[in-house]
């Protein structure tokens, strides 16, 4: 079974609308951490927001939070206020705990905003 | 913040050649690196790990004789790709840590483009 799975290839939004990324995993490892990275058309991979599984409160970092239902395991993106620049590629990834710091990394969703 | 170095950013060789990959940690001692690889708008698949002073773990299905991983200092690791051929073009990440906690962030490289004509 897949590990991580996000079901959108691509996604729009409207300038200055929020917009959700899904992202839901799969393990039995009681101790994970989960990130979104964005990769824009450069290449480069950047951390956006870090969950941790024993976490009670879900992630913000600025315009970024995550919706993390662990019952469901589900650890949704939300960009709020989209701007121009967030047009990018989307991985969630996941790190278990006895995964010695190996990342599994979902598919990806493409994400444009139109102005 | 980390900043990891990748060298070169893109290279373009002959089939049958040879082609290294550097990746650094400029600022902090990486005793983990991570080498990814990543086709076209698709997702990064970890091909091996590599821990300083010794030999690197291979993901399974990764030839271990055709990308040979050195990580020979605490700074630096290096992605040989032996006999390069057109199937072998992709995207390679490098990712370093300084720990592997679940909270011990990883760096990226900003990755090196091969293209094997």
């Known amino acids: 079974a897949q590990k991580i799975t996000q079901t959108q290839p691509g996604m729009f939004v409207q300038e200055k609308e929020a917009v959700t990324l899904d992202c839901t995993y799969d393990t039995s490892d009681p101790s994970y951490g989960l990130f979104w990275y964005k990769q824009p058309s450069s290449g480069e991979m950047i951390f956006l927001i870090y969950q941790g599984s024993y976490d009670q409160q879900n992630a913000t970092e600025g315009r970024y939070s995550l919706n993390f239902q662990k019952a469901r395991k589900s650890a949704n993106l939300v960009i709020s206020a989209s701007q121009l620049g967030d047009s990018a590629m989307y991985f969630c990834a996941m790190r278990e705990g006895t995964g010695a710091g190996k990342s599994t990394f979902g598919d990806g969703t493409t994400l444009t905003v139109k102005p | 913040g980390a900043v990891v170095s990748q060298h070169p950013s893109w290279v373009i060789c002959k089939s049958g050649t040879s082609v290294k990959i550097e990746c650094r940690s400029l600022?902090?001692?990486?005793?983990?690196m991570f080498w990814y690889r990543q086709f076209p708008k698709q997702s990064l698949m970890l091909m091996a790990t590599s821990n300083e002073g010794s030999k690197a773990t291979y993901e399974q299905g990764v030839e271990k004789d055709k990308f040979l991983i050195n990580h020979a200092s605490l700074t630096l690791s290096t992605l040989t790709v032996t006999s390069a051929h057109p199937e072998d073009s992709s995207f390679y990440i490098c990712?370093?840590?300084?720990?592997?906690?679940?909270?011990?962030?990883?760096?990226f490289g900003p990755g090196t483009r091969l293209t094997v004509l």
């Open positions: 990712s370093a840590s300084d720990g592997l906690a679940l909270t011990d962030t990883q760096y």
């Open positions: 600022d902090f001692q990486a005793t983990t």
